[in-house]
């Protein structure tokens, strides 16, 4: 039975855009089903699938998967061969632990930098919160860089799950122009570089949905 994946907005949907890369990036073959975040059955048609009532949520068969690291989680169980994290023991307890703090944290700068793709580059001024944790997030992909990215251009050298979870903070840094060290700047040009990663940027600029609250220059919409 072929996965689907539910998810919100590409434009603006950060949690979608972790689960469906990974499983781009990993070949996983998966349908998907694009409900926007304003519309009005949106919560009570996720809501049928999982009690949270958000997206992303994984369909396989009868099982229902929600939370985007959960469901990375899963999706490394069910296809190994993927390689969602890496093999190496320090590396992976890293990679989980990061990746973690990624799914719990960093609120100040989800909030004044929302993921919008369609937004030209276009510097905005950090407010407090948002530069500690821009600070803190250089800090982590430089050290998981140097110890464990030898083998490759991504945190642990190969594409994983580590990479889905960062992949919209990559986003927010590239289109609010944020000033980040040359080792982060390199590692974001290897994620914008996936194949993936255009496929999102395209669908996403093809969306006719506006939310206004993640359109930090409203009333103006800019779009690329």
Not at 14 to 39: C, N, Q, Y
Not at 181 to 209: F, H, I, K
Request: with cysteine.
């Amino acid at each position: 039975m072929t996965l689907r994946l539910v998810i919100g907005n590409k434009n603006y949907s950060s949690w979608s855009f972790r689960p469906w890369l990974a499983m781009k990036v990993a070949g996983i073959a998966f349908e998907e089903t694009v409900i926007s975040l304003e519309a009005p059955d949106f919560k009570a048609r996720v809501t049928a699938l999982s009690g949270a009532g958000k997206v992303p949520v994984l369909l396989d068969g009868d099982i229902r998967v929600w939370e985007s690291l959960a469901i990375l989680e899963y999706l490394a169980e069910k296809f190994p061969a993927a390689g969602l994290w890496p093999q190496p023991s320090d590396a992976r307890a890293y990679a989980r632990a990061i990746a973690c703090e990624m799914h719990a944290g960093f609120l100040p700068l989800r909030r004044h930098l929302p993921m919008n793709v369609w937004r030209p580059v276009k510097p905005r001024t950090l407010d407090d919160g948002a530069a500690a944790d821009v600070a803190r997030i250089d800090a982590i992909w430089s050290e998981c860089r140097t110890r464990f990215g030898a083998s490759g251009p991504f945190l642990c050298g190969a594409f994983g799950a580590v990479d889905a979870m960062y992949a919209p903070v990559v986003w927010r840094l590239h289109t609010y122009a944020v000033e980040v060290s040359e080792a982060a700047r390199n590692y974001m040009g290897a994620v914008m570089a996936l194949p993936a990663w255009n496929e999102w940027r395209n669908a996403a600029r093809r969306e006719p949905w506006v939310l206004a609250r993640d359109e930090v220059d409203w009333p103006d919409v800019l779009r690329e």
